[in-house]
């Protein structure tokens, strides 16, 4: 079975101050992590995937197999960071067809 | 490029009944994915088709169905409706054809409310 823990479902920060929003995940085979964001009034979107290592909008995220964890960061929130985050699993290269696991979600809110 | 298309985006139902949402993916996506969406749950998988064929299929009763037509438009059905069933239906497409799981791409969902 394969389970995705976000154990925030609310996080408040203010402008400019670093910010970690944590995922952990279970898995027994080969995971493909995700964070997706849906931002007021808008679809949910793709933020980034641990495959392709990049920094999307200052936001990175590191897969750490050992800690079964995928937490995003981020060195300065902004304002128009505030959003629903979702991580989510998948099984890399199996026949996962369109199904990924998604956590419950964390809340950000960034004060100005 | 147009985003993924559900309609209708909001509808009331009364339990036994049954209802049927339509998805239009990307154009160009083939892959087509449900999921279901409510405060308790959260988001969980429906099913995913690909050229007409389920290819996965998540832990809901046969009540929930799905088909998709040969221009990789989608619909899902469920019947005898519960009150359990209220929810928002989430449709996204992904233009990844080979295993796993490319960028899922969603729609901005339709909200069934069943009475």
């Known amino acids: 079975a394969q389970r995705v823990t976000q154990p925030e479902k609310l996080l408040s920060v203010f402008k400019g101050a670093p910010v970690e929003l944590k995922c952990n995940y279970s898995y027994s085979g080969s995971p493909e992590l995700f964070w997706y964001v849906q931002y007021s009034r808008q679809r949910l979107q793709l933020l980034l995937r641990h495959i392709s290592r990049e920094s999307i909008k200052g936001f990175t995220a590191d897969l750490n197999k050992g800690e079964t964890s995928f937490h995003l960061k981020k060195p300065f929130a902004q304002e128009e960071d505030s959003a629903m985050y979702y991580c989510a699993l998948t099984n890399a290269g199996g026949t996962s067809y369109g199904k990924l696991t998604f956590g419950q979600g964390t809340i950000l809110t960034v004060h100005p | 490029k147009a985003g993924v298309t559900q309609t209708p985006r909001y509808l009331i139902k009364t339990r036994g009944q049954q209802v049927t949402l339509s998805c239009s993916p990307i154009?160009?996506?083939?892959?087509v994915s449900w999921y279901q969406q409510t405060p308790g749950q959260g988001l969980q998988f429906l099913f995913e088709?690909?050229?007409?064929?389920?290819?996965n299929k998540g832990n809901f009763p046969g009540r929930f169905s799905g088909r998709q037509f040969s221009n990789s438009r989608s619909e899902m059905n469920v019947s005898t409706l519960e009150l359990g069933d209220s929810a928002l239906y989430l449709c996204?497409?992904?233009?990844?054809?080979?295993?796993?799981?490319?960028?899922?791409?969603f729609g901005e969902g339709s909200r069934l409310t069943v009475l």
């Open positions: 154009s160009g996506h083939r892959s």
């Open positions: 088709y690909f050229s007409e064929t389920q290819r």
């Open positions: 996204a497409s992904s233009l990844r054809q080979a295993k796993g799981t490319g960028e899922l791409f």
